[in-house]
């Protein structure tokens, strides 16, 4: 089964500063990339996600790259904020095709902390 | 409102009882999912179903049995609750209007067994 990878386990930043969080996955037929968001005591919620038939997708401060080949995606958060400190976590799917139905593979979170 | 509520949100129970976490949803998904999670961290699927009458064992064993009666409604109970069930369980959803099948999450049921 597909195995996703998520590095790294905690990030530290200064406010203004840039963040990535890289994830690879293992199931070459995976075609769906999505990126939650779970603040302290909330449930996860989706910030942005990509498929496989484009490289990069934007959303104002937030950008996320796949590399196919390569089998690895990240996110990019630009102009870090307080409010923007929460765990996050890549996953991967396979979409519809396939028996997967829509089942999501989460990686292992990172914990992000944005320092004003 | 459409949204996936899940009750309790907390509850704390002594070893050897049976309960029921409730789920449900409104927004007309066909696709359920329950994760555990433990504090802060990693996902871990349960359980997943298609639709009505069809449930699936996830990618973490789990002593927990789901149901699935109406489209709306997935239910998970442990018939024998012990400590180490103790974590919090989601529930989610997904949109049948797209091929990717976004996951929409309640807000979890944070399970202390005593």
């Known amino acids: 089964g597909e195995n996703v990878e998520q590095h790294p386990s905690t990030l530290s930043v200064q406010e203004g500063d840039s963040a990535v969080i890289k994830c690879t996955y293992s199931?070459?037929?995976?075609?769906?990339f999505p990126w939650y968001k779970q603040e302290l005591g909330k449930r996860p919620q989706l910030i942005i996600d990509i498929r496989s038939n484009v490289g990069e997708k934007k959303d104002q401060r937030i950008a996320v790259t796949l590399n196919k080949t390569a089998k690895h995606f990240s996110l990019h958060i630009t102009e870090t904020q307080p409010e923007d400190s929460a765990v996050y976590f890549c996953?991967?799917?396979?979409?519809?095709?396939?028996?997967?139905?829509?089942?999501?593979?989460f990686g292992q979170g990172t914990i992000l902390t944005v320092h004003p | 409102e459409a949204d996936i509520y899940q009750t309790p949100r907390y509850l704390v129970i002594g070893t050897g009882k049976k309960i029921t976490l409730e789920c449900s949803q409104t927004?007309?998904?066909?696709?359920m999912y329950w994760y555990q999670q433990d504090p802060g961290m990693e996902l871990h699927l349960i359980h997943y179903?298609?639709?009505?009458?069809?449930?699936e064992k996830g990618d973490l064993s789990s002593e927990s049995t789901v149901s699935r009666i109406r489209t709306e409604h997935f239910p998970l109970t442990l018939e024998s609750a012990r400590p180490s069930h103790t974590s919090q369980y989601l529930c989610?959803?997904?949109?049948?209007?797209?091929?990717?099948?976004?996951?929409?999450f309640g807000p979890g049921t944070r399970l202390t067994v005593t």
């Open positions: 179903s298609y639709g009505v009458n069809s449930t």
């Open positions: 996953a991967a799917s396979t979409g519809a095709g396939g028996t997967s139905y829509g089942k999501l593979t």
């Open positions: 199931d070459s037929a995976s075609n769906y």
């Open positions: 927004m007309g998904h066909d696709k």
């Open positions: 989610a959803s997904s949109s049948p209007g797209t091929a990717f099948y976004e996951q929409y």
